[in-house]
């Protein structure tokens, strides 16, 4: 999910015990009862803070080197714990019993010796490694395997601990040829032992980077490095990120990264794979596409601003295509009921439904639509008769959606998805118009009136002055606190200005969806800024209001040529 614009985009290993640190200071890290257990650390160069198998590893690995070279190989595997969820019983948890253990794919794997890296290597599909190495004359042997993926490049890191990247290590044997390791849950059946929780940055890179490679399965995807932020520390607080104040799981679009909440007892996401996805998708819009959500708080039967009814709607439906899984669950801790989940299903509603207020401003519907076009399958409702590519989805959302004149909304999608070769526009209105949907013919939303009247065209000649009138009582995010006009550009400068006297409103004019001007000073009087305009370009003006009072008010707005 997103927060507001005014402070980013949003949503909705540290382990102690016996160790051996490769860092210049001894620190603790982590062991295991298992023999191919590592400890984990975080690794910032080459420090890595790693734990030492125990059983017999613990007092036989290390030494020193023969001086020729040796081959190492073996598999990297961390726990995954599914999570769950009915939406008939509208429960859910996180399923211990049902742990599997998965490969660690695409990982950096390396050998080191004291503070030296004496090989590098990845891990592949099935999680494995082979590296050849030689041993220096002395210090102690260590195989690391560091929660990061290369091609693409995703790595997690602890935002509490000076931004390390995580990792799993374990000591090896003077000589030894092979050794695996696992990065386990740790939970005891009650919480998760600190010392024992290895897995959930390799489970958070996993779901990362199956995103990644479904689409670059079906185009040539270039993703810039993803730095994703998970520490134990992390509580859905405002404040500190550095202190594990991150407010929720969510991508920031100052930073360009993601933070995945992490407290045991709190809200732990690191195994809620759809909340996972869903972040990275944002991450997608804000590197290879666009979003002009305007972020913040929303639900299940919000009348929303379309921009976050897309947005969130996008994420939602996105997880539920990558994973594949239609059932999105997002676990957390409860104070009356402990461990446990809230989701949906983006392929069949709820009787009753969750859909109260269908169309362009619910994302529940975008969620459906989305998923809809993709999903195949003889059991089908009759109205949804379609199913298209991740690749020509991928089309969409790197094409027409990013450049769109309009804002990002789903009559932009719909309406760059219904001239796709092989798309069948016909079948695409009959599935759009079980969600109250109308046939989009334009970005700006003709073909359905309720988006296109959120769109008031400015006549090409200035000064424009109009009053626009918005509905109280409402979060700023929500379709009636907010208002479009596009206006056309002169080649000079142009001033906007609106006002009211009592009420908080703020502007922002938009080219492509790149911001270029805006104003949101005070909390009532005038809000006015100036840009200089393109000559004949398409602009987009947002005027949304900040009224808490359950009421029509009137905001006086002009646009100037100067």
Known sequence: MFVSRRSGWSRTGKVLGLALTLSLTACPGGGDDDDEDGGSGRDAGVNVDAGVDAGTDAGTDGGTGSGQPVTLSGTVTYDFVPATYSPASRSGTLAFAQTVAKPVRSAVVQVRQGAAILATGTTDAQGRYTLTYTAGPSGALM??????SSQPEIQVEDNTDGN??????????ANATS??????HGWTGTSFDPNRRTAA????LDSMYTAARSFMAARTVNFPVLKVNWS??????????ALGFISTSHFTSQENEIYILGKDGVDTDEFDSHVIVHEWGHYFEGNLSRSDSPGGPHGSGDVLDPRLAFGEGYGNALAAIILPESVYADTFWSSSRGLTAFGFDAETAPVPTDDPRPGVFSETSVMRILYDLFDSGSSESAYDNVSYSLGTIHDVLVGPQKSTEALTTLGSFLSALKVQPGVDAAAVDTLVAHYSVGSVTSAFGDGDASLRAMYATVPPTYPFTTTVTLR???????QQQNRYYVFTGTGRTMRITASNATQDVGIEAYLRGALVGSADRGASGEESFTFESQADARYVLVVVGFSETVADYNVALSITSL
């Open 201 to 204: 940055p390799f489970a958070i």
């Open 143 to 148: 195989l690391v395997a560091l929660a990061k």
């Open 164 to 173: 390390a990247v995580w990792s799993v290590g374990a000591s090896l044997a």
């Open 179 to 184: 050794k695996d390791l696992h990065a386990s």
């Open 472 to 478: 109280g009582g409402q979060d700023y995010n929500k």
């Open 232 to 241: 134990p520390k992390n509580v859905p607080q405002r404040g500190d990120k």
